[in-house]
């Protein structure tokens, strides 16, 4: 068995776009490490990411997220705003339901969480996580369930997690 060349990863990759229906997009509610959005820009843009909306965080444009990203924002759009609950109600008013990926009591597993055809999933801070206020505009709140004795993912790595779970919704549907 041999791995794909060039033009075999183009129609694997094809032939999973044309088997996705609904709308992804990204809430940042505060990010701020360039080399965590550098690596979550390249995510969105291999799981495509239809939108992503920045609120108080690093922009796309920083020259040490493009490092990490390697020219994938160009793949992208993408919003500047000045709050979390301002990203939300933008992301409501384009037609998605927002999701936040937090730790809160009522949290529920996201992988049972009502994500809808589109979702826009509300992303927090490195450290502190999603605004309080933030939270309380978003649709619903859903958590990674972790088996381990660390309490919590690195921001980057818990993006990709909860992009994949809601592409991979519609693979199922």
Known sequence: MSQLDGTGMKRLHREWRHRTTGRV?????????PFNIGSIIRTAAAERVDHLWIAGGTAPSHEKV?????GTARYLT???VATGPDAVAAASAAGYRTVAVELTATA????????GTDVALVIGHEDRGVTPATIAACDAVAFIPQLGKVGSLNVA?????????????AWTR
């Not at 997009?25 to 490490?33: F, K, M, P």
């Not at 493009?66 to 390697?70: R, S, V, W």
């Not at 529920?108 to 994500?115: G, Q």
Request: glycine letters at 2%; a negative charge; aromatic letters at 6%.
């Open 66 to 70: 493009n490092k990490t990203a390697l």
């Open 157 to 169: 790595s818990a993006t990709s997690i909860a992009i994949y779970e809601a592409r991979r919704r």
């Open 108 to 115: 529920v597993p996201i992988h049972d969480v009502e994500m």
């Open 25 to 33: 997009a990204l809430i940042l509610d505060g990010v701020q490490n």
């Open 78 to 80: 993408w919003t500047e």
